[in-house]
């Protein structure tokens, strides 16, 4: 280095305000596959399909997973099954397009800046989910990252994975299977009335938190916010107005249709296997 020159060694974030938003159905979909690997395989890797909006939130909505073999120093992927499953993809969503992949394991191992390399020339900026399937920490943790170029003047050095923000949303249903899933060790899995229940609790929680922030905003222990409050708002607002002999009237008509059903698919599942024993002893009559 000269005296008046310099080189200055930077970082390049390919981007400033990325997150990553992703439905439940993807990371069962990873899962099944982890599930469903060869047996020499240690990780499964795949695509993840979705759509970016304009202020740079990463919606990832399906994924479908990649065969591939991987050593130490190289990845190889099966390029001609990728393009031929985004194909077949599109023909279904053709809103759908590449938004980055995805990997099983815990954070990002070392053949992973390889795989990015390869998504980084069929999507700009592609987004790299992990999906801790061996669950290292006690539950499957589920992290986002980007890559970030390191340069030295005008020379790329290296690539850099940056976590991102990353957001999952789902309905109670999704939330009851996606909280089985996380643990280590399950007993068996909740029947319906099991899961209302768990939701129940969840809400009277969520419930309590909100009545214990807008009794210390009352009490000016902690400093309002407004769009907490305009949100707190709106969804007192949109809760429907009624009485509590409807309410109740409303839940045990629902309890009863439920009962209805499960009687109906008992008789049915009843009637379908005394068919059954009946063809089979006339066959053998």
């Known amino acids: 280095m000269t005296g008046g020159e310099q080189t200055v060694l930077q970082f390049h974030p390919s981007s400033t305000s990325v997150s990553a938003k992703v439905h439940p159905v993807v990371i069962f979909n990873i899962c099944d596959c982890y599930v469903r690997r060869p047996d020499q395989a240690e990780r499964v890797i795949g695509t993840l399909l979705g759509s970016v909006s304009s202020d740079g939130t990463v919606d990832i909505r399906n994924s479908y997973a990649v065969p591939h073999n991987e050593s130490s120093d190289q990845v190889a992927l099966d390029i001609d099954y990728h393009h031929n499953m985004l194909l077949s993809h599109q023909k279904v969503n053709p809103k759908e397009v590449i938004v980055g992949w995805y990997s099983t394991g815990f954070g990002v191992s070392g053949g992973s800046a390889l795989i990015h390399e390869f998504y980084s020339r069929e999507v700009p900026n592609p987004v790299h989910l992990t999906v801790d399937t061996g669950f290292t920490n006690g539950e499957a943790s589920i992290k986002a990252f980007v890559s970030v170029n390191l340069t030295l003047g005008d020379r790329q050095l290296a690539a850099q994975f940056h976590e991102i923000p990353l957001d999952l949303r789902m309905i109670e249903a999704e939330r009851v299977g996606f909280d089985i899933l996380k643990s280590t060790m399950v007993d068996k899995l909740p029947s319906d009335l099991e899961g209302m229940e768990a939701s129940m609790e969840r809400l009277l929680s969520l419930i309590d938190d909100v009545y214990k922030y807008v009794d210390d905003v009352v009490e000016q222990r902690v400093a309002p916010d407004n769009k907490i409050g305009r949100f707190i708002a709106d969804t007192v607002a949109s809760i429907p ?30 009637q379908l296997g005394l068919a059954e024993k009946l063809n089979t002893a006339a066959q053998i009559l």
């Open 241 to 270: 107005k009624i009485s509590p002999g409807a309410f109740d009237k409303l839940i045990n008509d629902n309890i009863q249709d439920h009962l209805l059903l499960l009687y109906l698919s008992s008789l049915t599942r009843a």
